[in-house]
């Protein structure tokens, strides 16, 4: 039973230190549709790995916006060193 209570330990819970409160800033200030999707990602991070798997059309939903922003949001992201992303089949 204790095992159990630890995995629910800070569930829905993510950390932001504050060299990623200034990013999220200037996210915000540069491009705030490619903050928006951050904030999406972030939000539904993997806590054990760091990852979020999505479709680009499951976030387009998301974000009420086409495939392609979410693409150019994605490259921007990836340009300035916000998320990594790995092609998967």
Same mark, same amino acid.
């Given at each position: 039973?204790?095992?159990?209570?630890?995995?629910?330990?800070?569930?829905?819970?993510?950390?932001?230190? !504050?060299?990623?409160?200034?990013?999220?800033?200037?996210?915000?200030?540069?491009? !705030?549709?490619?903050?928006?999707?951050?904030?999406?990602?972030?939000?539904?991070?993997?806590?054990?790995?760091?990852?979020?798997?999505?479709?680009?059309?499951?976030?387009?939903?998301?974000?009420?916006?086409?495939?392609?922003?979410?693409?150019?949001?994605?490259?921007?992201?990836?340009?300035?060193?916000?998320?990594?992303?790995? !092609?998967?089949?």
């Amino acid at each position: 039973q204790q095992e159990l209570l630890e995995e629910r330990k800070n569930t829905n819970f993510t950390q932001t230190y !504050p060299k990623g409160w200034e990013r999220i800033r200037n996210l915000i200030q540069s491009n !705030p549709g490619a903050a928006r999707l951050y904030s999406v990602l972030s939000e539904h991070l993997d806590g054990n790995c760091g990852a979020v798997v999505a479709d680009q059309q499951f976030l387009a939903d998301q974000l009420s916006v086409t495939t392609r922003t979410i693409r150019n949001w994605v490259s921007f992201l990836e340009e300035n060193n916000c998320l990594v992303k790995i !092609p998967i089949a």
